[in-house]
């Protein structure tokens, strides 16, 4: 099953911070989260684990809080070069299954 | 330094045609991906391999085939192509996968329509 990522959809000011929530109906293991920028590849961003740590990555930071089986991605004083749509991909705590990738939340940064 | 490579970029099939997407990665990884990407549906699996000579079903297989003979090579068959098929399809790599916590390298695409 697909994880749920609100919103859908984002538009930012320059220097604007933003939430990017990624929610999962199993219990999960890690979750993962990749940048898209339009017409190109995904690109990693980051891995969180559970045991709720936090990571960041340039101005770009996550939590995992297992127990509500989600993670939020923190954009914090947001540049133009953060647009993009950004996925989260989680790996279930059951077992030896594949990512599985969220529909992605669309993030548009205007000056 | 090409990382994962995708062949063809672009295609145009008509319905009923048959056609293989190659993937190629020289980063000697072990479990390679094929998905397809469709507006508003995020990335979703197609077929998967966890080593040279093994395949295994995704979330979204049907219609699509695929071989794993060289461990640096992932190949998608469209046997016959349908409409529905038409799509955006990326590859990925990586070292390892559920519980490797290592991330997935992405090829460019292939942006393939079916008329």
């Known amino acids: 099953q697909q994880p749920v990522q609100s919103p859908q959809a984002v538009i930012l000011r320059e220097g604007e911070d933003a939430v990017i929530n990624c929610s999962s109906s199993k219990a999960l293991y890690s979750v993962h989260w990749y940048r898209q920028k339009h017409g190109e590849a995904p690109v990693f961003l980051m891995i969180?684990?559970?045991?709720?740590e936090q990571k960041g990555h340039e101005k770009i930071s996550a939590s995992f809080n297992e127990k509500k089986q989600q993670s939020s991605l923190y954009l914090t004083a947001s540049q133009l070069s953060y647009s993009g749509t950004y996925f989260c991909?989680?790996?279930?705590?059951?077992?030896?299954?594949?990512?599985?990738f969220g529909k992605g939340t669309r993030l548009s940064v205007i000056a | 330094n090409a990382g994962v490579t995708q062949t063809p970029k672009f295609r145009v099939l008509k319905t009923g045609q048959s056609m293989t997407l190659l993937c190629a990665q020289d980063m000697n990884h072990e479990y390679m991906y094929w998905y397809r990407q469709d507006p508003g549906m995020g990335l979703r699996l197609i077929h998967y391999s966890v080593g040279e000579g093994t395949t295994a079903k995704g979330e979204v297989p049907d219609g699509y085939n695929v071989s794993r003979l060289k461990k640096q090579n992932f190949l998608l068959g469209l046997e016959s192509a349908a409409p529905s098929q038409t799509s955006v399809y990326f590859c990925a790599s990586a070292t390892g996968g559920w519980g490797s916590n290592q991330p997935q390298h992405f090829g460019d695409g292939t942006r393939l329509s079916i008329l």
């Open positions: 991909g989680t790996e279930a705590l059951s077992g030896n299954t594949p990512l599985v």
């Open positions: 969180l684990l559970k045991g709720g």
